[in-house]
C-alpha cells in the first residue's frame, strides 16, 4: 500500500450505522484526489487541471451524501470542508443531535453503539438496522429489541415541557444506559 503522501484532511462523521473516517488526498502541483471512507478507496482522480471543485460520494450503509469542497484561500494554500447531506458537517451534527439519540455500553464484552432515530424510530446497533417492536404504555411507548440474549428497550416519556419534547431511555436487562455524546 502506498503511503498517502498528499493526506490534506481527515474527518469522523457519526452515523446512525456507527461512526465513519473520511480522508481526503489532494495533490497541490498533479492535482490529484483521493477519497477514502473507513480506509478504502471511493474516488481517485491522478490529473486534475482545475485545483478547486468538489467531490461527492456516499458514507455508510445508508448511503448518506456527502462531498468534499476544495477551495483556494490564498496563493497555494487550500481549504477543504465536508458536508454531509448538504450541510456543512457542524450543522449536520448539531441537527443529528436533535434526530437521534446514541448510546455506547458494553455486551458480553463487545462494545454496542445503539442509535434511535427519532423520526423513524429506526433503532441501529453496530451497523445493523434492529427488528423492533412498539408497543404504547400509560406514559408513552417502549419499543422493544435484542442484541445478543440481551432485552432492550427504549422508554419514549414525555417530559411535560414543550421546549424538551420526549425523552428517550434505553433500558438493557432492567438496567438504564446513560447517553453518549458524540
Not at 443531535?97 to 434511535?116: A, M, Q
Request: hydrophobic fraction near 35%; include cysteine; charge should be negative.
Amino acid at each position: 500500500v502506498e503511503k498517502m503522501t498528499d493526506l490534506v484532511a481527515v474527518w469522523e462523521v457519526a452515523l446512525s450505522d456507527g461512526v465513519h473516517k473520511i480522508e481526503f488526498e489532494h495533490g497541490t502541483t498533479s492535482g490529484k484526489r483521493v477519497v477514502y471512507v473507513d480506509g478504502k478507496e471511493q474516488i481517485r482522480k491522478e490529473w486534475m487541471f482545475k485545483l478547486v471543485g468538489k467531490e461527492t460520494f456516499t458514507v455508510g450503509a445508508t448511503k448518506t451524501k456527502a462531498a468534499i469542497n476544495i477551495d483556494a484561500v490564498s496563493g497555494f494554500a487550500y481549504e477543504y470542508t465536508l458536508d454531509i447531506d448538504g450541510k456543512s458537517l457542524k450543522k449536520y451534527m448539531e441537527n443529528r443531535s436533535k434526530t437521534t439519540n446514541t448510546w455506547i455500553l458494553s455486551l458480553d464484552g463487545t462494545v454496542c453503539r445503539v442509535v434511535l432515530e427519532k423520526d423513524t424510530m429506526d433503532v441501529w446497533c453496530n451497523g445493523k438496522k434492529l427488528e423492533t417492536a412498539g408497543e404504547f404504555v400509560e406514559d408513552g411507548t417502549e419499543t422493544h429489541f435484542t442484541v445478543g440474549d440481551h432485552d432492550c428497550c427504549i422508554k419514549a416519556v414525555s417530559s411535560g415541557k414543550r421546549k424538551e419534547g420526549i425523552i428517550h431511555t434505553l433500558i438493557v436487562d432492567d438496567r438504564e444506559i446513560p447517553e453518549a455524546v458524540e
